[in-house]
T-cell receptor, first 114, second 113 residues
Framework: AQSVTQLGSHVSVSEGALVLLRCNYS??????LFWYVQYPNQGLQLLLK??????LVKGINGFEAEFKKSETSFHLTKPSAHMSDAAEYFC????????????FGKGTRLSVIA | GAGVSQSPSNKVTEKGKDVELRCDPI?????LYWYRQSLGQGLEFLIY????????KSGLPSDRFSAERTGGSVSTLTIQRTQQEDSAVYLC???????????FGPGTRLTVL
């Protein structure tokens, strides 16, 4: 069975500050890991994905995440927050066989303060 | 090209009525997924279609829920005898072959009165 835990349902940062959104996973098989972003009243958009290649993954909008097997973590970071980054962020896991649905974390709402 | 589309965008119904939600995946995508997003439960998997294989229905919460995919393209999610706890946003996603990124539609917001 697979599961994802996102620490912190709400994170607030100042504009220009570091963004760190935490994700820990549990998987009995080598995982594929994803971060999605959801803006209000919109669907989910993929930020980045880990599929067993480089452990440091760069995504869109300046976000990146590092896969750490020893810590079973896949935390999302961005060096400098912008107001436009305010949204809900979801971490998700699927089996590396690929033909499995995504298992999502509960989500973290990011607020950016001017 | 066009993304995943869903209709209607909003649906309000009365308890006990049946509803149908439609998903048009990206052309050529063989894998199609339905998820439900609700305040209490977050994002939950409902059902998964991959090509001509039998669908994975393991996420359907009750036998009131069913889905079909015609011609390997459009999918319809049907909820019979709707209950208030069915109120949620229903998201559809498609993937090129089930091994890659899932592209999500904007969702259908279902409200059961």
């Amino acid at each position: 069975a697979q599961s994802v835990t996102q620490l912190g349902s709400h994170v607030s940062v100042s504009e220009g500050a570091l963004v760190l959104l935490r994700c820990n996973y549990s998987s009995s098989v080598p995982p594929y890991l994803f971060w999605y972003v959801q803006y209000p009243n919109q669907g989910l958009q993929l930020l980045l994905k880990y599929t067993s290649a480089a452990t440091l993954v760069k995504g869109i909008n300046g976000f990146e995440a590092e896969f750490k097997k020893s810590e079973t973590s896949f935390h999302l970071t961005k060096p400098s927050a912008h107001m436009s980054d305010a949204a809900e962020y979801f971490c998700a896991v699927s089996g590396s066989s690929g033909n499995t649905p995504l298992v999502f974390g509960k989500g973290t709402r990011l607020s950016v303060i001017a | 090209g066009a993304g995943v589309s869903q209709s209607p965008s909003n649906k309000v119904t009365e308890k006990g009525k049946d509803v149908e939600l439609r998903c048009d995946p990206i052309s050529g995508h063989t894998a199609l997924y339905w998820y439900r997003q609700s305040l209490g439960q977050g994002l939950e998997f409902l059902i998964y279609f991959q090509g001509n294989s039998a669908p994975d229905k393991s996420g359907l919460p009750s036998d009131r829920f069913s889905a079909e995919r015609t011609g390997g393209s459009v999918s319809t999610l049907t909820i019979q005898r709707t209950q208030q706890e069915d109120s949620a946003v229903y998201l559809c996603a498609s993937s090129l072959d089930g091994l890659n990124e899932q592209f999500f539609g904007p969702g259908t917001r279902l409200t059961v009165l």
